[in-house]
T-cell receptor, first 113, second 112 residues
Framework: DTEVTQTPKHLVMGMTNKKSLKCEQHMGHRAMYWYKQKAKKPPELMFVYSYEKLSINESVPSRFSPECPNSSLLNLHLHALQPEDSALYLC????????????FGSGTQLSVL | EDQVTQSPEALRLQEGESSSLNCSYTVSGLRGLFWYRQDPGKGPEFLFTLYSAGEEKEKERLKATLTKKESFLHITAPKPEDSATYLCAVNPGETSGSRLTFGEGTQLTVNP
């Protein structure tokens, strides 16, 4: 199994809603990532989990809250988002945190109304 | 500041018309340069990693090369299925975590 699976594929939410994005991999990878990608722009790193511990949070707003229940699962909890948060949210994994060969999921296309 | 610049922004080719995409980079200490392919609405797909000047990697119709300042992705006799956005990324030498810096990408369209 060489896939990173993301659900849902599409999500529409209001600014007062709470929702969660889910990501799963069964490749034994010990690093997992959340990226945000706006249209015609490159992916921007939001969070890194290595060995189930959050190691980066680069000024991402607190309305985004990551969770790593175990080494195979990664969630992104969303609360009180703004319309400018509408984007493609990509999950990725790598064998180790220093391994730059990333395996990406197909993403969740998020629209905030 | 680490920078990655890709050119051209968009490229239209006829099927069979070979060409090259460029990725210029400025980093403090390169630990690797990466090429990814991204189809619309999908996540990027890993293509190549290059670590040192002079290194070359090939996969089907694609060949990636690296110098001290730039990388080229050569596409030989492209087919319509090669149409995608090609992203270049560098690892600027951070030791804690994978912090790839991506370029803006080149959107390639191959017409039949």
């Amino acid at each position: 199994d060489t896939e990173v699976t993301q659900t849902p594929k599409h999500l529409v939410m209001g600014m007062t809603n709470k929702k969660s994005l889910k990501c799963e991999q069964h490749m034994g990878h010990r690093a997992m990532y959340w990226y945000k990608q706006k249209a015609k722009k490159p992916p921007e790193l939001m969070f890194v989990y290595s060995y189930e511990k959050l190691s980066i949070n680069e000024s991402v707003p607190s309305r985004f809250s990551p969770e790593c229940p175990n080494s195979s699962l990664l969630n992104l909890h969303l609360h009180a988002l703004q319309p400018e948060d509408s984007a493609l949210y990509l999950c990725a994994s790598s064998l180790r945190p220093t391994n730059e060969k990333l395996f990406f999921g197909s993403g969740t296309q998020l629209s905030v109304l | 500041e680490d920078q990655v610049t890709q050119s051209p922004e968009a490229l239209r080719l006829q099927e069979g018309e070979s060409s090259s995409l460029n990725c210029s980079y400025t980093v403090s200490g390169l630990r690797g340069l990466f090429w990814y392919r991204q189809d619309p609405g999908k996540g990027p797909e890993f293509l190549f990693t290059l670590y040192s000047a002079g290194e070359e990697k090939e996969k089907e119709r694609l060949k990636a090369t690296l110098t001290k300042k730039e990388s080229f992705l050569h596409i030989t006799a492209p087919k319509p299925e090669d149409s995608a956005t090609y992203l270049c990324a560098v690892n600027p030498g951070e030791t804690s975590g994978s912090r790839l810096t991506f370029g803006e990408g080149t959107q390639l369209t191959v017409n039949p």
